[in-house]
């Protein structure tokens, strides 16, 4: 969902530097878009280690999307040419499910504001998981749901770590490249497309494709 459906990636690193000042660490924001991925308490428990304990880091977390939701509330919207293949693909039947990093709490404020909970079978974020991507969990859990083995399914992402967990879950790709560029994916081998945006895709070039 983020980097993907909505072009959001900028607004969690300015929420994640944010946050940081906000606990006494100074971090620059292109120090941010290299180290803060993932799911939010793994990625504070890998950056400072014992620095905060369990609760301090929920509670960091919990600051942090706070902080995103407010900066990213006045430009909530889907990329180009989503909307339109969203509801073609549910026209014919496709099924779709969400595969997020994303807490539950951003997911349903992406989903409930944008008016899309309806098209999607079903709905996985960052506690559905044990563990977060790179590992491919939540895409097994996700064709799993839909009856599908995941190498019948297509993964949209549009990050390295994700570009991983689809690859490791069998899945083919289609890489957004809202956040990263094509030359840092190419050790997956599973990619069936690059697009900036959904405008210069259709369903008829992911079936035809895939």
């Known amino acids: 969902m983020d980097g993907t459906m909505v072009d959001n990636m900028m607004v969690h690193h300015r929420a994640w530097q944010e946050t940081f000042a906000d606990v006494g660490i100074n971090m620059s924001l292109e120090e941010v878009m290299e180290k803060a991925h993932g799911i939010n308490t793994e990625i504070l428990e890998r950056l400072f280690n014992n620095q905060f304990t369990v609760e301090e880091r929920i509670q960091i977390s919990s600051r942090k999307e ?11 919207q889907l990329l180009p040419g989503l909307q339109n293949l ?8 496709v099924p779709m499910t969400i595969a997020s990093a994303a807490p539950i709490e951003n997911v349903d404020y992406v989903l409930d504001n944008l008016s899309l909970r309806h098209y999607f079978q079903n709905i996985f974020h960052a506690g559905s998981v044990t563990k977060g991507k790179p590992d491919p969990e939540v ?5 799993e749901s839909m009856g599908l083995a995941c190498a019948d399914c297509i993964v949209f992402e549009d990050s390295v770590t994700g570009a991983e967990a689809s690859s490791r879950a069998g899945a083919k790709s289609v890489i957004v490249t809202t956040t990263h560029q094509p030359s840092e994916f190419q050790a997956f081998e599973n990619i069936l497309h690059f697009i900036k945006d959904f405008a210069e895709i259709s369903l008829d070039d992911l079936i035809n494709r895939s």
């Open 139 to 143: 895409y097994l859990m996700a064709a």
């Open 86 to 93: 969203i509801e073609e693909a549910f026209a014919l039947g």
């Open 66 to 76: 706070e902080n995103y939701r407010r900066i990213f509330f006045d430009r909530l």
